[in-house]
């Protein structure tokens, strides 16, 4: 066995080596000249300097790289990050979670639990759940103008029972930005710029492979049809309005919210796969 760091190097040049090899034959096969060369390249420096880079690749690659991660993998199937996941969130405080957000945050109430479990189906204390999400304007804090910092971005850990609860406001879909480069991609190639509404999560044990999810809504809009084609089938959830005030009560609200619940399985840190 090579050391880690042969390893590393072999990997890179195998992947550099073969890139270089798929775009040789693509510019040969598409007659690409060089002010052809040079639009693709603006591009990118466009995407850059617009700080679009990390939405730009997402956009048309992430789920693909993602997808090929769910590969044999046991536990729950990982998704898409984004291009708007920002570390440091703030620690929120338990066991009934409140999401960072506004006095008067618009959107209907959403309580978000579930359990984290491990392979082997035991529930998983002192998870780190990271949450994050778009308001009900469809925008990100930190990311889009006018949003307090850290808005509807929080952590919080797992109880002794693997149990999780958060309140927060359902997300709507929403429109990537499409004012930039990206946009002008998409423009070009007819294509709408929605995304269905998600929740995004990381989850984070000592033990364990952290993991970054997503998670859609049964019925909702663009599920079929999302710009970044992250949809997968074990990543939609069903939704219930919660009427009975004894429950309304309990969770500290004063109107009926939805109710939305997930059951996450991590895998242990040694069995991460190596790529082929
Ligand atoms: C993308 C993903 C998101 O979750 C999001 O909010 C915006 C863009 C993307 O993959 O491009
Ligand atoms: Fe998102």
């Given amino acids: 066995m090579p050391d880690p760091d042969d390893a590393t190097a072999s990997r890179i040049r195998t992947l550099v080596e073969d890139f270089e090899q798929v775009l040789f034959e693509f510019i040969r096969k598409r007659q690409i000249n060089h002010s052809e060369y040079r639009v693709a390249t603006d591009l990118i420096v466009d995407s850059i300097k617009t700080g679009e880079e990390t939405l730009l690749f997402d956009v048309f690659f992430e789920a693909e790289a993602t997808d090929v991660g769910n590969i044999g993998r046991e536990g729950s199937p990982e998704a898409i990050e984004g291009p708007f996941y920002l570390p440091g969130a703030p620690m929120l405080t338990g066991p009934l979670h409140v999401m960072p957000q506004r006095e008067d945050e618009k959107g209907e109430p959403l309580l978000f639990h579930g359990t984290v479990l491990g392979v082997d189906g035991e529930p998983l204390a002192g998870v780190e759940v990271d949450l994050w999400h778009a308001d009900a304007d469809g925008l990100y804090s930190n990311i889009h103008p006018n949003t ?129």
């Avoid at 952590?155 to 693997?162: S, V």
């Fill in 148 to 276: 307090p910092d850290f808005n509807l971005r929080g952590r919080f850990t797992t109880e002794d029972d693997g149990t999780f609860r958060v309140l927060s406001i359902l997300p709507p879909p929403y429109e990537i930005p499409k004012d930039g480069p990206t946009g002008k991609v998409l423009r070009a190639l007819g294509r709408h710029f929605f995304r269905p509404a998600h929740l995004h999560v990381k989850l984070r044990h000592p033990d364990h492979e952290e993991m970054t999810s997503q998670l859609y809504f049964k019925g909702g809009e663009y599920l079929d049809d999302d710009v970044a084609k992250g949809v997968r089938d074990g990543l939609v959830i069903a939704l219930h309005t919660v009427e009975d005030p004894a429950r309304i009560a309990e969770n500290g609200l004063d109107r009926p919210y939805i109710d939305a619940r997930y059951d996450f399985v991590l895998v242990p840190a040694s069995a991460a796969r190596k790529p082929t």
